[in-house]
């Protein structure tokens, strides 16, 4: 099944380490997407990016950079990890039409 | 900026029950209105989509929702719970219109199912 892939699936790191959480996808999808989810908060978009030239910040990019490798990859890095980024971060692709979103597994991120 | 209210951030209800989770969105146009559902442990998959078109919207697992324009609702609805529906209900917008359109997701409602 065409499916999108995140890695790792938990990770622990300490303050200051940075991080590299990775996303692909058999979809054939050109968008993709990388977002945040807290408790009680929703989803936020941290990053999104249209195909390999065209990567774009969302609302909460402070912290948080993007790699856009290939149409099927694209992975999130935290430059120097701190604990209020302690969330689950999920990857998503979309069709072009109507914006529906196909979730990965996410990634269960623990910083200390 | 669009945004989406979903009413009750937790819900309980019976086994064989009605339910119902409520969702209205600002925009004063249209826009395209999703529901998802994330089971512990796993990503947001796609219930049903409204796009254009009859607004009685049938999803997977008998699911339904409503699109109403007039009270800028899309309420989800299942006639009868079942315990394998406790899970995490997210309702999402999209505005229409071409090159990249936001989706805003609401805060998510949890189901609870008693037994």
């Known amino acids: 099944d065409a499916d999108v892939t995140q890695t790792p699936r938990n990770r622990i790191t300490k303050t200051g380490k940075r991080i590299m959480l990775e996303c692909s996808q058999t979809?054939?999808?050109?968008?993709m997407y990388w977002y945040r989810q807290d408790p009680g908060l929703g989803l936020q978009l941290i990053y999104y990016s249209f195909d390999v030239k065209d990567i774009n910040k969302g609302e909460i990019s402070d912290g948080y950079s993007v790699s856009r490798q290939a149409q099927a990859k694209f992975s999130l890095s935290l430059e120097s990890a701190i604990p209020n980024q302690t969330a689950l971060y999920f990857c998503a692709t979309a069709t072009n039409s109507y914006n529906e979103q196909f979730f990965g597994p996410g990634t269960r991120l623990t910083v200390l | 900026a669009q945004s989406v209210t979903q009413l009750g951030s937790h819900v309980s209800v019976s086994e064989g029950a009605l339910v119902l989770l409520r969702c209205n969105y600002s925009s004063s146009v249209p826009p395209y209105l999703f529901w998802y559902v994330q089971y512990p442990n796993q990503g947001l998959q796609l219930l049903l989509k409204?796009?254009?078109?009859?607004?009685l919207v049938k999803g997977i697992n008998g699911f339904e929702a409503e699109f109403k324009k007039s009270e800028t609702s899309f309420h989800l609805t299942k006639p009868s719970a079942h315990m394998s529906d406790a899970a995490e209900y997210f309702c999402?917008?999209?505005?229409?219109?071409?090159?990249?359109?936001?989706?805003?997701f609401g805060t998510g409602t949890k189901l609870q199912v008693i037994p």
């Open positions: 999402a917008v999209s505005d229409r219109g071409g090159g990249y359109q936001k989706v805003t």
């Open positions: 409204y796009t254009t078109g009859a607004t």
């Open positions: 979809k054939g999808h050109d968008r």
